[in-house]
C-alpha cells in the first residue's frame, strides 16, 4: 500500500495512445484516490479496465470545469484524494483542469505531479528541429481570418513553434502558414504517436502542404505541428550604432570617438565603447 493522500490532488498524465506508457506510479495512485476526475469518463473507463483499476470516477470537461472544480475542491477538504486526468497526455495542456489545479493551490491543498506522455514533448523530441528553445501555441483559432492573424503575429519568432491541430484542418493549416512564414520554411508534422501508425514528416512547408493534400493518411489521427523558428535579424540598434561609430573610429581616438557617438545615438556608453573595441581590432587586422 502506498503512504497516505489523504487532501491531495494527483495530476496524473495517461497514455497518447500506446497503454504500455502509463507508468507503475501512475497506475497505483489511480487504483488508490478516492476518486478520479476525467475528461470524458466513457473514454478512460476503457483505460482504467485494461489495467483494473476500480476507482470510482465523474466527468471533468470544459463545459462543466467551473462548477466540478469547487467540488472536487470540497471533497479534497474533507480529506479525499482525488486525481486528475485528461483523454489522453498530461492534464491542462490543451485540455481542462487549469482552474481545478489553481483553486486546489489557492486554498493549500497539496497539488502532486504525476508526470508521463505528451504530445508536444514527444513530437519536439523526435522532430530533428532546435529544442533548446521552444514556444507551445496549442489550437490554433478555427475560423480562417484569426488563425491567419494569428501566424502572421508569430512569423518573426525564432524559437520552434509547436501546435496541436485537427487532422480535417492540417491541409489548410499549413497553407496559411506558407503564407505567414514563406514556402521554404522547415516543419514537421507527427501524427499518431506511439500508435501503430505513427508518422513523423519533416520537410519545407510547401511541400508538406502537398504531401498532405495526395496523402490520404496525411490528415488522420491526433497532430502536432512543428515549425523551425525564424532566422535572427540583425540588431537594428547595433546596426544604427555601427554606422555612427565606424567613421568616428576611424578618424578619433577611442574614448574621443565613444563620447561622440554617446551624444549622437543616446545608446550607453559602455556598449558602444565595447563595439569601438570590436571595429578597431577589425582595422588593426
Known sequence: MMADK????????????????????????????????????????GLLRH??????????????ERQQAELLI????????????????????????????????????????????????AALSVAGLPSDRFVFEGFLPAKSGARQNRLEQLADETRTLIFY?????????????VEAFGQDREAVVARELTKRYETVHGDSLSALLT???????????????????????????????????LPLVAALPLKQAVALATEITGFKKNHLYQLALELRATQED
Open 211 to 245: 504531401w498532405a493534400k495526395q496523402a490520404p493518411e496525411a490528415g488522420r489521427g491526433e497532430l502536432v505541428l512543428l515549425v523551425h523558428g525564424a532566422k535572427k535579424k540583425q540588431d537594428a540598434p547595433r546596426q544604427e550604432a555601427l554606422k555612427v561609430l
Open 74 to 121: 470540497t471533497r479534497c477538504q474533507e480529506g479525499l484524494s482525488v486525481a486528475l486526468i485528461s483523454d489522453a497526455g498530461t492534464p491542462l495542456i490543451s485540455d481542462p483542469g487549469y482552474r481545478v489545479v489553481r483553486q486546489a493551490r489557492q486554498v493549500g491543498i497539496s497539488v502532486v505531479p504525476v508526470p508521463g506522455p505528451c504530445a508536444l514533448v
Open 165 to 177: 491541430e485537427a487532422p480535417h484542418r492540417l491541409s489548410q493549416t499549413l497553407q496559411a502558414m
Open 51 to 64: 489495467f483494473g483499476i476500480t476507482t470510482a470516477m465523474i466527468s471533468l470537461h470544459e463545459y462543466n
Open 6 to 45: 489523504r487532501g491531495t490532488l494527483y495530476v496524473v498524465a495517461t497514455p497518447i495512445g500506446n497503454l504500455g506508457d502509463l507508468s507503475p506510479r501512475a497506475q497505483e495512485i489511480l487504483q488508490d484516490v478516492d476518486l478520479i476526475a476525467a475528461e470524458d469518463t466513457r473514454h478512460s473507463a
